[in-house]
């Protein structure tokens, strides 16, 4: 099981208790509640044989991750960008020198 699926995991069960309180009719955001699922939630991520602090960067990794992969993916879409660009520039002045040699000879023609 990767960190990722511990981690998901470890949410799931800390939601299904969550629920289950709610069903209950026990107060959630009460300062007792939180902190029986504080130890839960350690004791969970110790039984995966890991430390808070582990548990904690696993989720900052694939945050880094997905920024990194978001960089790279901008990267490839300005370099694109930026190739589209050259081409039109590019065209626009063949363009240009079709429509500047045009009316060169309609020039040339109306003189003569």
């Known amino acids: 099981m990767s960190l990722e699926d511990t981690k998901r995991t470890i949410t799931k069960l ?3 208790a969550e629920d289950e309180a709610l069903d209950r009719g026990i107060d959630i955001t009460s300062d007792r509640f939180q902190e029986v699922m504080e130890k839960i939630k350690l004791k969970l991520i110790q039984g995966k044989g890991l430390t808070l602090e582990q548990y904690r960067e696993i989720g900052k990794e694939k945050i880094k991750e997905q920024i990194k992969q978001e960089r790279i993916d901008h990267s ?8 589209t660009n050259q081409e039109t520039k ?5 363009q240009t020198e079709k429509i500047n040699n045009l009316e060169f000879l ?3 023609q109306s003189n003569n």
Request: charged share 35%.
């Open 90 to 94: 590019e065209k626009v002045l063949i």
């Open 76 to 83: 490839k879409t300005i370099e694109e960008l930026k190739q």
């Open 14 to 16: 800390l939601n299904k």
């Open 106 to 108: 309609n020039n040339q």
